[in-house]
């Protein structure tokens, strides 16, 4: 089978200092020499920390904080990570630690109960202490939860799928408290300190209102929605059959980071998890997130609104999203399909000799296979400082798999959007992720709201479930 010539978007770039316009694909070497996007327009003299803890180890967390002012040079990553020079030169703020009585410590031997399971009493003596520092929440801006090894008995529960870090996630959403969750492993004893600076450095200044970096090349008149669903215990029934809706609207630079959640009452079909609407369901969802948009955005529409999905439309769901979105709005509906049994290979010609290349294909490239599908590929070869660099390190890359439901027109500016959209998360310090931030936030927070025993119908900032 023959296909028309794949095309390849560059790699989209990132606006740091918004006064400066300052502009760079590396998201760590943009930080460095540029600072944040926010660092002028809403600067942070001072993140302050408060923290859960087991007793007698508030020092680690003091040893951490500490960390976070000096410099770390990679040991991991070496074509990738940039040195890390102090969250007060990068950032231009502070991290400080509040006075220890406005912390609270938990006993071990009170952690863990005898005769009650570990993952009980353990989220039970955790979420009491998040009661009890949401009446504190104005003398600090985030909340760190140390957890240790030798509490990881409580860190899980196979046969009832409990997770500690949702379970926290979901406990400090509710009360409006943004949340840093340590694990020992992964971020007191890994062997890189300069990666862990990177990485919780950017957690705390996300959480505590700052913006690190946003999209430069894409249409400001557009928006983006992503759709994700999880099932909830209904407490009438003791049965997970409660489906709730999550719905995110990012501005077009990928920020705005806002989702509704509601009980769905109208399903029309489900395929395992995932339940497909009624047409009154998608109306409402769709007009409650432009209802969203609009208020951040004093009233003023989207020219284009995208809604990014992993199932199919049924032909209820996109009535329904027609039915919701005014006729002078450009209205594209998208279902992205992570895995496909497509691969591609680089050739180049070598001394007039065709043969496959020592890198992947470059990330960007796409070729249209219907005329209603696209493969884009999401991972692959990106050059940076004049080199090649490819994330993942080996294997063939496999493209993702767009399909339009409704929209038309080219699929460049598609593919561009999409792109740019996989440099949007800032849960980590990597250049990209496999699939939008529309759809990998998404699954965050399903996965998040399975654990809210009382589902809140009002607008959550991201950062409470990062």
Not at 406 to 411: L, R, S, V
């Amino acid at each position: 089978m023959e296909f028309p010539a794949y095309q390849v978007i560059p790699e989209p770039k990132l606006t740091f200092e918004a006064l400066s316009n300052a502009q760079d694909i590396h998201p760590l070497k943009g930080l460095r020499a540029f600072n944040p996007f926010s660092s002028k327009l809403n600067p942070i003299g001072k993140i302050r920390i408060a923290a859960i803890y087991p007793e007698g180890s508030y020092q680690i967390l003091e040893n951490l904080v500490r960390e976070l002012h000096s410099t770390h040079v990679p040991k991991e990553r070496p074509n990738y990570l940039e040195e890390f020079t102090g969250i007060e030169t990068i950032f231009k703020t502070k991290a400080e630690l509040v006075t220890e009585s406005l912390s609270i410590s938990l006993r071990t031997e009170n952690v863990f109960k005898e005769g009650v399971q570990p993952y009980v009493s353990l989220s039970e003596a955790i979420s009491g202490a998040i009661r009890e520092m949401a009446k504190r929440v104005l003398d600090y801006d985030v909340l760190m939860i140390y957890l240790p090894e030798y509490w990881s008995p409580g860190f899980e529960d196979l046969i009832t799928g409990f997770d500690l870090h949702d379970f926290i996630k979901a406990t400090t959403a509710i009360q409006n408290i943004a949340s840093q969750v340590l694990r020992e492993s992964s971020a007191i004893k890994y062997k890189c300190r300069c990666s862990v600076m990177w990485r919780l450095s950017i957690a705390l200044y996300v959480k505590a209102g700052g913006i690190p970096w946003k999209l430069s090349s894409i249409d400001q008149n557009s928006a983006f929605i992503g759709l994700s669903y999880a099932t909830r215990l209904n407490p009438n029934t003791n049965q997970y059959d409660f489906t709730t809706c999550c719905s995110q609207v990012f501005d077009a630079d990928g920020t705005g980071l806002e989702f509704i959640a509601y009980d769905a009452t109208e399903i029309e079909a489900r395929i395992g998890d995932n339940p497909f609407l009624s047409r009154a369901e998608m109306r409402k969802l769709m007009s409650r997130s432009l209802e969203l948009y609009q208020r951040k955005h004093a009233g003023k529409r989207p020219e284009r609104l995208i809604v990014h999905k992993t199932t199919h439309f049924t032909k209820n769901e996109i009535d329904g999203a027609f039915d919701a979105i005014p006729g002078n709005i450009n209205l594209e509906l998208l279902q992205i399909v992570q895995d496909t049994n497509w691969r591609g290979i680089h050739y180049i010609d070598k001394a007039g000799v065709k043969g496959a290349d020592n890198f992947p294909l470059n990330r960007g490239s796409y070729v249209q296979i219907g005329p209603q599908e696209v493969l884009l590929w999401t991972q692959g070869n990106v050059v940076l400082n004049s080199k090649n660099f490819f994330k993942e390190g080996k294997n063939i890359p496999s493209p993702i798999l767009v399909r339009r439901f409704a929209g038309d027109g080219g699929w460049d500016r598609n593919c561009q959007a999409i792109l740019g959209l996989t440099k949007m998360n800032w849960n980590h310090d990597a250049l990209y992720d496999r699939l939008p931030v529309t759809l990998g936030y998404a699954h965050s927070l399903a996965t998040t709201i399975k654990r809210m025993n009382k589902l809140i119908n009002k607008p959550y900032e991201f950062r409470y479930f990062m």
